[in-house]
């Protein structure tokens, strides 16, 4: 995983919220044949990672549509996982090559958006790949959890704090 | 259905047993499943656990017991034995006794209000005899079917005619004391004996104090202890003071490969399992310390290699190497245990808290009596007598067995046996296949009404529950919008909770339910039946999977795991408001098979289906049917495989079924289950209902030891090769193990190459008794039988020499003499010897074009290039892909017998989808809003099935619209991405209910 430049994101939140360190939100749209797959082997191998994500399950990773990642920002998500099979592994032949080319376009309209396009990430974990969905889960709260929360979060937030607050 | 329908009669109800009974029924056959206990489920039912994936034993089980007994063409019959078998096959006369169980089948409702008004308190069979039981029971909570039954041995009224307080309290009046032995006379064509296996006495083995030291325990014991629902509720304690232990020792090899005790045998699985225990017990037991004591470790199997090394490296086991505990004393104060055990040569002393033995396998327990009642001979360690070449066939004709009856096995060889019985017995009744008219069943309508959901919340024994706060998640989920009712169940899977889902979706008039367990890959399809059983439409469930994707990922953190797990439940209860009904459109099968490979596996699999009548094109890469057995010279049960395989050619050859493709290689595969088009190197498309994979493996070619430098250095196959030219010139003989397997390229174990290599040992030795043989190694791992050779070749003096793992044998030239040095790890030395000739024992590599085959089947490969089966312990020959089946080494290497009862279980799978008269199509499947669609035509190129075509709309043929094909669909999802209009929909998963689901998760939760 590429180390984060979000120095696009305006005046990226550096308030945490008081109650005691920021816990990112992340949704994990995982394909039913490799990802899903892999998740729970990730639970039968008891590998143990952070609480932070919740995982939607879909039968393929171009079922993802673009809606559900932008969905899922405007509703509060910190960053957003698609994890699929990998290349040429796709269960439904070629879905992951279209999720590939969905994903990096989503990404540019992120950054339209004011969000650093690194708060969505494609990656491939494989139904043996158990480690590999711990460490890309691992991995990614950490990058959320330095990148801060959303601004489309504190944005949207009902109860906006005034001066703590950023402004964009 | 026609009432001459055929039959099979199923003797014994363990996991072998219901496997094949459950193949038979799919194939259109009437099965008689006998068991003689309350409920079938066998020993698998007592395991906490399975290895390699520890994936929990009930939990995989469960759901196949519920379907045996819910089958429509089963006969479930426990409580049951017979007692004579006259006739021959396939005209066989089989009376059954049904013992009494005093309890009627109809009127119990299972609901234990006897059990605890009995008073009369009896060791619990199930748990070990750890626990009490009462002597009206149900010999375990997930018992199948559920229904109690009294124990006439120790009943008060049947005994001494007093007490009768079981029959005062039943509500449902089940209770009849005057319940007789009914006999009936059965005619079946076939039958198949699974009746499992008996554990050794530890009493046997007067050394090691068990029945005397109180924490002395058996491995099935101990199985019970790590079991949530077992005595101490998976806490590993000592029986002697019920204090958590902190050093415990597992022996190996407790009446196995043990000459005092007659059993010369190795019983195959004691290795993995007692790693199993001691990676379990550890992660139950914070500071626990296992220790095993060994002599091989014999991790043989498919990734059994890597859970060894992760056991001894991640998981810190001690391992004691060719270590045989000499005798057990006990300290009569601390009731610590001493074990005396010999380490290098030495003897040693070690204190312990704790003593787990690990049993061998022997034959069940009336193996002699059953031999004669069926009239099949036994071995003479008492297992059912069987052939290398037909490991699935007993002495009479028609009579087959499966499983751990034939020698001690574990559960994916038995499960894949149990689907090789099945084929085997059908094809004496092929011409009598019956298929049920399916029941139209009365579904309630729900469209358009207010959503009313139910909730099932799972402990999953201490799974789910020894992390998440189940209670209050329940709690939780009771304040959710259209949650009418939720609740939690100890495992939500088991027969009684099934039929409590039914009769509280009756009862609540659910039109929605969500079960929050594990993950619907393995479950969804259990709880959709019960659904349709209910009259809802199965499509109107929802899964939350909070066991292996919140409960075991987040074990130190209960807080937010419960959360988690809540936050799961209220997505999974979000979508299901929006869910519908769904239904399957019926589709023709082709019905006929392709079998790819035409070694002993894939001419074993074409066989099979040949001989129910189907069609067959097998398909074969060179110019000559055979494989990798026609290099083979050496002799299994006294014939050359060579000849086996050459039979076989013989036999397909003339087989009107079989068209027989040689030079033949796969270009593509299309379609879907039940409708392939397997396109080969000639053009030619090939129509099949089904395919198996039987491409098979390659031997590995060495690099090192001076191979290919020194014509002295020769592997084994080619050692045959010249033994079978003449008289070997060689006097002094190396053999060297594991080239090629068990390093850093080929991480895992080839299980072949020890009992070869002591089998050309041996052949060498006697055809020159002065011949000096070593076999340097790292363990010899002659499971099963196998062990024998092992005993023989040291009779005959051949010299085995251990070398430590990470340190082979060099071989270098002086002058013109080889020489070669090892270090003995016995000797705790190195050792140098010039030997005439160096024979390697090379190891088995995946075939190289595994890859390609598997991208156009669409199936996975294992981390080692092997072809990766649908579920290791459960599916062995099954993929993920409906339709595709897997035989023989192309699925890891392995002996003959067992790749023909792999190559006859992937035939009789394959036979489940052809030999149906239709198929359904998947439910969740791209359906089109015409009223929105205009034509655009951009999903019809995203379609990777061709399943869309753009037609003019007939009610205005101005404008264009998109259909698909149900059948060729396979419900990706992927043209409803990229529709623009929003006319494309995911049935099941529709964008709304997506939508749905991700608002749920990202609301602000309490």
Known sequence: MSSAQHGHEAAPAAATPAEGGFEPKIIAFCCNWCSYAGADLAGVSRLQMPTNFLVIRSMCSARVDPEFVLRAFAKGADGVLVLGCHPADCHYIGGNYRARRRIALLKMLLEQYGLDPDRLHLEWVSASEGVKFQSTIKEFTEKIREMGPSPLKEAEGEDPRGEGASHH | ?1006
């Open chain 2, 1 to 1006: 259905m026609s009432e001459k329908t055929g039959a099979v009669m199923v003797v014994g109800g363990g996991i072998s047993g219901v496997q094949t009974a459950l193949d038979l029924a799919e194939s259109g056959f009437r099965v008689y499943l006998i068991e003689k206990t309350p409920s079938i489920g066998g020993v698998m039912s007592q395991l906490d656990k399975t290895f390699p994936t520890n994936d929990c034993s009930m939990c995989i089980l469960s759901p196949k017991l519920v379907e045996a007994a819910r089958h429509p063409m089963i006969n479930l019959m426990t409580m049951s034995e017979v007692v004579d078998v006259s006739g021959e096959a396939p005209d066989f006369k089989v009376k059954v006794r049904h013992n009494p169980r005093y309890v009627s089948m109809d009127k119990c409702v299972g609901c234990g209000i006897c059990a605890e008004k009995c008073p009369v308190k009896v060791p619990n069979e199930y748990d070990a005899n750890l626990v009490n039981r009462k002597a009206i029971y149900i010999p375990f909570a997930q018992a199948v079917p559920l229904k109690y039954s009294i124990d006439a041995t120790k009943c008060l009224k049947l005994t001494k005619g007093r007490c009768g307080l079981c029959e005062k309290n039943c509500p449902a009046g089940a209770i009849n004391y005057e319940d007789k032995a009914v006999e009936e006379t059965l005619d079946v064509g076939a039958i198949i004996l699974a009746p499992g296996f008996s554990t050794f006495d530890a009493r046997l083995k007067k050394e090691y104090g068990y029945g005397l030291y109180p924490n002395v325990v058996t491995s099935l014991e101990f199985e019970r202890f790590l079991s949530a629902t077992g005595p101490y509720g998976g806490h590993v304690v000592r029986p002697s003071d019920q204090k958590t232990p902190k050093k415990v020792a597992f022996l190996q090899c407790v009446g196995s490969r043990d000459e005092k005790v007659g059993n010369t045998y190795c019983s195959s699985v004691c290795c993995m399992y007692a790693m199993k225990q001691a990676i379990i017990a550890g992660e139950h037991t914070a500071g626990l310390e296992p220790h095993i004591f060994f002599m091989d470790i014999r991790a043989v199997g498919k990734e059994f290699e890597d859970y060894r090394n992760r056991a001894e490296k991640e998981y810190g086991i001690t391992m004691h190497r060719a270590s045989r505990v000499a005798n057990i004393i006990e300290d009569p104060e601390t009731k610590n245990l001493i074990l005396r055990y010999s380490a290098n040569g030495d003897v040693a002393e070690e204190e312990f808290d704790m003593v787990v033995l690990s049993l061998g396998l022997e034959p069940p327990k009336g193996a002699s009596a059953l031999g004669k009642i069926f009239d099949v001979n036994l071995n003479r360690f008492g297992f059912a007598g069987t052939n290398v070449y037909s490991p699935l066939t007993s002495s009479r004709p028609g009579v087959f067995v499966t499983g751990a009856f034939a020698a001690p096995k574990d559960i994916p060889t038995s499960v894949a046996e149990a689907s090789g019985a099945a084929a085997k017995a059908g094809a004496y009744i092929a011409n009598k296949r019956g298929h049920l008219e399916e029941a139209k069943a009365e579904e309630l309508a729900v469209e358009g009404q207010e959503p009313r959901i139910g909730v099932f919340v799972c402990d999953c024994g201490i799974n789910i529950k020894g992390t998440v706060d189940v209670p209050s998640v329940v709690d939780y989920v009771k304040t959710l919008p259209n949650v009418v009712f939720a609740e939690e169940n100890k495992y939500s899977c088991s027969a009684d909770t099934q039929a409590k889902i039914k009769e509280i979706i009756k009862r609540e008039n659910l039109n929605r339910v969500v079960v929050a367990s594990c993950t619907p890959r393995t479950h969804e399809a259990l709880f959709q039946s019960t659904l349709k059983e209910a009259g809802l439409n199965p499509y109107l469930f929802e899964m939350a999977n909070i066991r292996d994707q919140c409960s075991w990922i987040h074990m130190g953190e209960p807080v937010k795991a419960t959360q988690k797990a809540k936050d799961l439940v209220r997505m999974a209860v979000a979508k299901s408001r929006l869910l519908e009904p769904l239904y399957e459109s019926k589709l023709p099968v082709t019905h006929s098979g392709v079998v790819i490979g035409g070694g002993i596996s894939g001419m074993t699999a074409a066989l099979d289906m040949a001989a129910q009548g189907f069609h067959v094109d097998l398909l074969e890469r060179t110019g000559e049917l055979g494989g990798n057995a026609m290099k083979i010279y050496h002799e299994e049960d006294g014939r050359k495989l060579r000849e086996f395989a050459k039979e076989l050619v013989t036999r397909v050859r003339n087989n009107k079924n079989i068209t027989v493709h040689l030079n033949t290689e796969v270009k593509d595969v299309g379609g879907f289950v039940g409708n392939f088009k397997v396109k080969i190197n000639d053009g030619t498309e090939l129509e099949t209902g089904s395919i198996v994979v039987a491409v098979g493996a390659e031997e590995y070619k060495p690099k090192e030891f001076l191979y290919g430098q020194d014509k002295r250095v020769v592997t084994q196959l080619e050692l045959e090769d010249q033994m079978q030219k003449g008289p070997l010139a060689a006097n002094k003989i190396a053999m060297i193990q594991c080239v090629g397997s068990r390093n850093a390229e080929a991480p895992y174990c080839s299980r072949v190459c020890c009992a070869n290599a002591i089998k050309n040992a041996i052949a060498v030795k006697k055809a020159n008794p002065k011949a000096d043989v070593y076999v340097f190694h790292k363990d010899i791992r002659t499971y099963g039988f196998r062990e024998e050779l092992y005993k023989e070749a040291g009779q005959v003096g051949v010299r085995f020499v251990r070398v430590p793992e990470d340190k082979p044998p060099m071989v270098t030239k002086e002058g013109d003499a080889l020489k070669l040095v090892a270090t003995d790890t016995i000797l705790g030395d190195d050792i140098m010897l010039k030997p005439d000739m160096v024979v390697l024992s090379t190891g088995i590599r995946p075939h190289h074009d595994n890859e390609d085959l598997a991208k156009m089947l669409k199936v996975p490969l294992s981390k080692d290039k092997y072809f990766l089966e649908a579920h290791m312990k459960l599916r062995p020959v099954d993929f993920a892909t409906n339709g595709v089946y897997l035989a023989g080494l192309a699925h890891w290497p392995k002996f003959t017998d067992e790749a023909i009862a792999q190559a006859s279980g992937a035939a009789a799978r394959a036979m489940t989808v052809i030999s149906k008269p239709e198929l359904k199509s998947e439910g969740i499947i791209a359906a089109v809003n015409e009223d929105i669609c205009d034509g655009c035509a951009i999903c019809e190129p995203v379609c990777e099935y061709k399943a869309i075509t753009i037609v003019a709309d007939p009610k205005n043929p101005e404008k264009k619209k998109a259909i698909v094909n149900e059948g060729l669909c396979k419900g990706c999802g992927c043209c409803v991405a990229a529709c623009p209009s929003g006319s494309m929909e995911q049935r099941g998963f529709k964008n709304q209910q997506i939508i749905a689901a991700i608002d749920a998760a990202l609301e602000e939760s309490e």
